[in-house]
């Protein structure tokens, strides 16, 4: 069945540091690929998506693009902010068309 | 508007009480999903509803788990028999458009449900 895999957290960075959360997915077909984004005490939040291999998606300065030949999603920030400290989930929906999330990341930035 | 409302924001069962747990989601949105969330996990899936039919109930973890959406609107997760094992956060998202393949319109979250089974 599908399934996605993200690195463990938390993610602990300084503030204006490069961020790279992993995501790598296992799916049939063609899935289309999601990063979602739960700030604390608010709801999961879709953050970018990209539909089809090499597709970028992009949001608050956070990207991601579809690596269809590594199976891959990996979210990046060139200049993280204490404002993005969540926990992030990657997530995908195949050929069942229902979204299968990862376990998530929780990213802190300090100042 | 309005986003996706789902109550009570916390709730607390004995082991063995009943619960019913209320989702509201964006007027007009066609397919409604249940997730569970437990600590330091991802959302699983539940339950899937487009309109008032449940198309998937696939991930219901056992027969004590009952959902119902009778006028295609509000929705009711149902959790008879309550275990500790239950403990986790219900969510709730709404999608304005069917579940199809070639749909992949955004689901819009409530804030969910913290359920603790004592």
């Known amino acids: 069945g599908d399934s996605v895999t993200q690195m463990e957290g938390p993610v602990t960075l300084s503030e204006e540091a490069f961020l790279t959360i992993n995501c790598t997915y296992t799916?049939?077909?063609?899935?289309?690929l999601f990063w979602y984004v739960q700030y604390p005490g608010e709801g999961l939040q879709l953050l970018l998506k990209?539909?089809?291999?090499?597709d970028k998606g992009s949001n608050k300065g956070f990207e991601a693009t579809y690596r269809k030949e590594t199976t891959s999603f990996h979210l990046e920030k060139g200049s993280v902010q204490v404002s993005d400290s969540a926990v992030y989930f990657c997530?995908?929906?195949?050929?069942?068309?229902?979204?299968?999330f990862g376990t998530g990341t929780r990213l802190q930035v300090t100042l | 508007g309005a986003g996706v409302s789902q109550s009570p924001r916390y709730k607390v069962a004995k082991r063995g009480q009943d619960v019913a747990l209320r989702c509201d989601p964006i007027?007009?949105?066609?397919?409604l999903f249940w997730y569970q969330q437990a600590l330091g996990q991802g959302p699983e899936f539940l339950t899937y509803?487009?309109?008032?039919?449940?198309?998937?109930k696939s991930g219901l973890p056992s027969d004590r788990f009952f959902a119902e959406r009778p006028e295609g609107s509000v929705s009711t997760l149902k959790i008879q028999r309550t275990q500790q094992e239950d403990s986790a956060v219900y969510l709730c998202?709404?999608?304005?458009?069917?579940?199809?393949?070639?749909?992949?319109?955004?689901?819009?979250f409530g804030n969910g449900t913290r359920l603790t089974v004592t």
């Open positions: 998202a709404s999608r304005v458009g069917r579940l199809t393949f070639l749909d992949n319109s955004p689901l819009h």
């Open positions: 799916a049939t077909g063609y899935p289309s």
């Open positions: 990209a539909t089809k291999a090499d």
């Open positions: 997530a995908l929906t195949g050929t069942a068309s229902k979204l299968t």
């Open positions: 007027s007009g949105h066609v397919s």
């Open positions: 509803f487009q309109n008032e039919a449940q198309l998937d």
